[in-house]
């Protein structure tokens, strides 16, 4: 690893005075947990390293009528948060499959955005919750729903002197469930060969009123399979609609033949997931429902 | 004698607290004033020829002791394990992506990082060769060896046959991953000598090694063999040991070579793929009638231990059966893919893989069930092997089919839901296998310990025999104790150095505890013998009534109240020897005629392992629900060590079956890294169910113990295929069986 | 290069070191703290031989920056043991054999140690995800499981031996 400078600021206003002053050459750091391994590989070579740990961006607040967490918050304070657990269950689903404990002690949300792998786990549920990420600068602030973050494998619209600082989750319609489902080479410390999360809001018996299908593993950005929701979108659930969203939502992907997964198999198991997931999803509603 | 005591006892191994407390020290942990840190450079390149190799830069800079190319070898350039083909440092050409061609040892790590930048390499990559099946039919000097093996007449049989099937087995490299990397620390002594502490498995043949790459008689260099983190027999030929040595010798300072774990998986041999026709002949009953097979391994670029793996291959490949007539053709081939080497079973895994696969097709064409067609077919104690090998102990081959069976309730096994929902499916398979433990007939499969009761009853014994993790230190210390009548914490066993302990061999072959356990014996029955005499004398009793137990004397069964320390302490007084020095052979009896099959193994690990498999019809993934494993130890010594080598052999042999293999293009490794080289972890390994089965080994074997190292990694893929085939009436073919693979499943399925 | 002081307590001592800012705490640890009792297996998260305590948390310490560590607590293999007494799980797992060759086991042991911290009887499920992310290659997992329920079982008796209440 090549060696940067190092700092810890005390306040958000003084990092992001260095990030404006440093630009590119300057990268902030939370967990870590990519970061490093990039910086060791010669991936990254910033010359100065911006340590956010002591600033309080590792709170979950829930607010009246959105949760906000901090962008340093780890994945395991989001598996043991009951807030989280309660009103995003399929955000602390994907945490709790995520890599291993020690990761997840380190590893943060705001990390896991700012990396913008297409196979990032933790992406698709957040955009099924209609998450919104905040970008701060020394010059203000803008907030962007979170899909629009990312223009590429590794590419986000995030600017040289802008720190991602929070993530806001809408609260979710009273009729809402979710579901997460990740494809893997194994059951711990895997990356997603494919990863699927699905969200229904109903307002009346059965007939949608918000649908999310959100991918992760197909394409070069995390993505929504927009024609796949158009077909469920103000209609009664159906098994047969669930099937034919499946289908179509894995005419939609764009993915690629890596080391973990071919193309054709990524093609075939996304509507394997996606129809899955729906499924499920709509199961909860009905138990949800009845549980009144 | 009494009852053991000790032997066959759970016991903690001697080196558990040091593991426990972090005090154990491997090579990455050693620290020496004045250590250098040593790196080597490899070639990015399958096939290249060195152009241009400059050094002067590096070896010019501030904090750089030395730099190496093939012109600074004092002495022999190559690894020696079979042919001397592969450089320690490329001359010419790299064969490889990992050959070595350079080595530095600098003040620390950025120090050396940047002496390797600064060496001036320039390469002219050459046209690869990386198909072995296109390479034999273009070029036929890339064939490394083409042995062929027949017994009996197998085209009558063929001919004769009711049934006849044939299928083509194809097999993946497969990465050891030990935990803790290629590593040597050397250092001059102060005489000039050399010392190399070397995580290895055979602490002689690396001093040899050593000896020869510098040019110095072998009286002038020592290997020690600090704690090894794991090796299954990536470690038996030399890594980067040599390298150390050469560059403390150079640097005239201690050096400390460790591999990174990308460079590891890079650089270290693997198992060898092959690439197996095999044929199967039989009557409508069932019975074996001949079996043929023409293997095809991919080898790498150099020789290392292809010969010896192929023997082996061709050795077990008709299986624990009684067949007579049997033609097995065995190829090995240069290519510029990764190396090759051994990897626990040597060529068992391939070829169980092949034969168990292929029973199971048998039993399906002749609506039999799978076990009975084994039982049918199974060899016993008696039967005379296609390769002349008499079977002296067989009763364990049909033992552990029926008691795997039982435990997993086989006639009934069908009561639980073969579809417990839509899209699953639920199979059972069995496979039963063989592998030899020691070197074999033709070799000499010797071993040597030092042993010594001190005047206060404590012993110390010295042993070569490397233990990275399988249990020896362990075994020899209960055997020491048991022999002896002390406790296990009265026994010191000092590790592997050369310079103390005579030549073990190395570990491999399931060898060391039967040979070393041997060696143990004899020593301490020799030092048994001198207290016994003393107590006699003292005691006025006939030597047969008296025994040692507990660190006390018995006579006729009861304690003395003379203790093994007091009989310690009079020998030291009158001057009798409490020392012995022990040189064991593995003997084969000379008795049996007809062994016509090269170096083969007698002793034999008979084992059974069945898996109950959940296949996911939609995405083709495999969970493995659970897994029984009955193995036959002779004697288990050690139980901690045996249950445990079953289980890590079974969690290889599961990742074996499903996921693990290296993805190679045109000579390079996609996939270089626990990342992507996918091993099973806690939650993909169901709990193994053990059944260890005790059948004396008649000849040779301490209290008839025979080894199991190797065995638990042999059936399982075989197994897991079996039972795949059984969930969803797929045969399968090709290893690792991931989910792509096992896809698309059949219709009416 | 810079070099920055930095404090921090290392099993139970205020240790104040110089630390670069592209070394990791495990090359603190090892290198210049001379604790190699923890391991390096891969130096990219993947295996867990690294892991030691960061406030009370298992984490890779190849993963963590060692400037990352000011101020905080760490916990090392050479610190589960009290005054010359093994922890109770340090025992167990020589006695259900849980290791072979040892060298996952120091990371093993702190995962399993941090589990017993918060969780008096854990499953064997919760043990086997407690420990997804150490991976053995010698003897698989099921020695570990045995090895905490032991030392669970250990510390039950111990906590509820010392905590009766007087008659």
């Known amino acids: 690893m090549i060696a940067p400078k190092y700092t810890a600021p005390t306040s958000l206003a003084d990092a992001l005075q260095l990030k404006k002053e440093s630009g590119a050459e300057a990268r902030v750091i939370a967990g870590g947990t990519d970061l490093i391994l990039r910086m060791r590989d010669r991936v990254l070579s910033p010359s100065l390293l911006i340590d956010l740990r002591a600033l309080s961006l590792g709170n979950i607040v829930l607010g009246d009528d959105e949760l906000c967490i901090g962008t340093s918050v780890s994945l395991s304070q989001v598996l043991e948060n009951t807030d989280t657990q309660r009103l995003f269950p399929a955000l602390v689903a994907a945490c709790r499959e995520f890599a291993g404990p020690p990761i997840r002690n380190r590893a943060t949300l705001g990390g896991n955005i700012a990396n913008a792998s297409p196979a990032a786990d933790l992406v698709p549920p957040l955009g099924a919750y209609d998450a919104r990420v905040v970008l701060r600068s020394a010059g203000g602030e803008r907030v962007l729903p979170l899909l629009e973050f990312f223009t590429g494998p590794g590419q986000s619209v995030i600017e040289p002197d802008e720190i991602l600082t929070e993530i806001r989750l809408p609260l979710m319609p009273t009729l809402s469930a979710a579901t997460f489902i990740k494809l893997g080479q194994r059951r711990s410390m895997a990356i997603s060969q494919v990863n699927v999360t699905t969200r229904l809001s109903i307002h009346e018996e059965n007939v949608v009123s918000e649908v999310r299908i959100v991918l992760g593993a197909v394409a070069p950005v995390p993505m929504r399979a927009l024609a796949a929701e158009q077909i469920i979108s103000g209609n009664a659930l159906s098994d047969e609609l669930l099937c034919s969203a499946a289908q179509k939502a894995a005419e939609e992907i764009m993915p690629i033949s890596d080391v973990r997964a071919s193309r054709s198999y990524r093609v075939e198991m996304t509507e394997v997931l996606v129809r899955r997931a729906l499924f499920a999803t709509r199961d909860e509603l009905g138990r949800n429902a009845t549980d009144g | 004698m009494s009852e053991l005591a000790i032997v066959g006892q759970w016991a903690a191994s001697p080196g558990a607290e040091e593991i426990v407390t972090g005090e154990a020290r491997y090579c990455p942990d050693i620290r020496l004033p004045g250590m250098l840190c040593g790196k080597l450079l490899y070639s990015p390149h399958a096939r290249a020829r060195v152009k241009k190799l400059d050094v002067s830069k590096a070896r010019e800079m501030d904090g750089v002791f030395a730099v190496l190319t093939h012109a600074d070898v004092p002495g022999e350039n190559s690894y020696l394990y079979a042919q001397p083909d592969q450089p320690l440092l490329v001359v010419d050409e790299v064969r490889f992506q990992g050959d070595a061609v350079a080595a530095v040892a600098a003040r620390d790590a950025r120090t050396a990082d940047a002496a390797l930048a600064a060496i001036d390499v320039e390469y002219e990559e050459l046209p690869g060769v990386f198909d072995p099946l296109e390479a034999m039919q273009r070029d036929p000097d890339s064939v490394m060896t083409n042995q062929v093996y027949r017994s009996g007449d197998v085209a009558a049989a063929i001919a004769s046959a009711d049934v006849v099937i044939e299928n083509t087995y194809r097999t993946q490299w497969a990465e050891h991953a030990f935990l803790e990397t290629e590593g040597g620390v050397g250092l001059v002594d102060d005489d000039g000598g050399i010392t190399v502490y070397s995580s290895c498995q055979a602490p002689h043949r690396d001093r040899m090694q050593i000896a020869r790459a510098l040019a110095m008689p072998e009286s002038m260099v020592r290997v020690i063999t600090p704690y090894i983190g794991g090796a299954f027999g990536a470690k038996d030929e030399a890594h980067v040991q040599i390298h150390a040595g050469l560059l403390a010798h150079a640097a005239r300072r201690p050096v400390h070579l460790i591999r990174e774990r990308r460079e590891s998986i890079l650089t270290h041999v693997k198992r060898h793929p092959f690439v197996v026709e095999y044929t199967t002949a039989a009557t409508s009953e069932g019975k074996l009638l001949a079996v043929k097979a023409r293997a095809i391994a991919d080898a790498g670029p150099y020789t290392n231990s292809t010969h010896e793996v192929l023997n082996k291959f061709g050795e077990f490949i008709g299986g624990p059966y009684k067949v007579e007539n049997i033609e097995v053709e065995k190829i090995g081939v240069r290519t510029n893919n990764p190396i090759t080497g051994a990897f626990r079973g040597f060529g068992a895994p391939q070829a169980a893989f092949v034969y168990e696969s292929q029973m199971d097709d048998l039993a399906r064409q002749l609506g039999m069930d799978p076990l009975e067609i084994r039982l049918l077919n199974g060899v016993e104690t008696g039967t005379k092997m296609y390769t002349g090998v008499v079977v002296r102990e067989g009763t364990a081959m049909k033992a552990s089919l029926n008691k795997a069976a039982e435990m997993i309730d086989w006639q009934s096994r069908d009561q639980l839901e073969r579809e417990p929902a839509s899209h699953l499916r639920r199979g059972w398979g069995v496979a039963t296998i063989l592998k030899g433990s020691g070197l074999g007939r033709g070799l000499s499969d010797h071993a040597g310990v030092m042993l010594e009761m001190h005047r206060d009853g404590s012993v110390v014994l010295h042993s070569a025999a490397a233990d990275m993790g399988q249990g020896i230190t362990t075994v020899m210390a209960q055997l020491a104790a048991e022999r002896l009548g002390v406790d296990m914490a009265s026994v010191r066993v000092v590790r592997a150095d050369t310079s103390k302990s005579p030549d073990a061999g190395g570990t491999s072959a399931s060898r060391q505890a039967m040979v070393s356990g041997n060696a143990v014996l004899e020593a301490a029955d020799s030092i048994r013998n001198t207290l016994l005499k003393l107590a006699a004398g003292k005691t006025r009793i006939e030597m047969d009534r008296l025994d040692l137990k507990a660190g006390k004397l018995l006579v006729d069964g009861e304690p003395h109240e003379l203790s093994v320390s007091d009989l310690a302490q009079r020998a030291g007084n009158w001057g009798y020897p409490l020392h012995a020095e022990s040189l064991v052979h593995f003997e084969y009896p000379s008795d049996v005629p007809e062994v016509s099959y090269r170096y083969s193994q007698e002793v034999f690990q008979f084992c059974t392992q069945i898996a109950q498999v959940l296949v996911d019809c939609e995405t083709g993934q495999v969970s493995v629900e659970r897994m029984i494993a009955v193995h036959d130890a002779g004697k288990m010594i050690n139980p901690g060590g045996v249950y445990g080598q079953i289980e890590g052999g079974v969690a290889q042999g599961i990742g074996y079956a499903l996921t693990e293999e290296l993805v190679v293009q045109e000579g390079h490794t996609l996939n270089p890294s626990l990342e992507n080289y996918v091993i099973p972890m806690a939650l993909d390994i169901p709990e193994i169910e053990m059944e260890v089965l005790e059948f004396p080994e008649p000849i040779g074997a301490p209290l008839g113990a025979k080894g199991i190292a190797e065995s638990p990694i042999i059936p399982t893929a075989p197994a897991i295929r079996n039972a795949i085939y059984d969930a969803i009436g797929k045969p399968l073919y090709e290893l690792p069986m991931t989910a792509e693979r096992v896809l698309p499943i059949p219709d009416g399925n | ?167």
């Open chain 3, 1 to 167: 290069m810079a070099e920055t002081q930095i404090a921090f307590n290392i099993n139970g001592n205020q240790e104040q070191i110089a630390a670069e800012p592209n070394q990791t705490l495990l090359q603190l640890l090892r290198d210049e703290l001379g604790l190699t009792g923890t391991k390096d297996g891969c130096s990219s998260g993947d295996c867990g031989a690294c892991v030691v305590l960061l406030d009370g948390k298992p984490v890779n310490s190849c993963m963590v920056l060692a400037l990352q560590a000011e101020g905080s607590s760490v916990t090392t293999i050479e610190g589960l043991a009290k005054d010359g007494e093994l922890h109770p799980v340090q025992r167990t797992f020589g006695e259900a054999w849980a290791f072979q060759c040892g060298f996952c086991t120091p990371g093993m042991l702190i995962s399993c140690y941090a589990l017993l911290e918060s969780n008096d009887n854990p499953t064997r499920e919760e043990i086997l995800r407690a420990i997804a992310g150490n991976f053995c290659r010698c003897t698989g997992y099921q020695g570990v499981v045995k090895a905490v329920q032991q030392a669970a079982a250990e510390l039950r008796a111990t906590n509820s031996s010392e905590g009766a209440p007087d008659e």
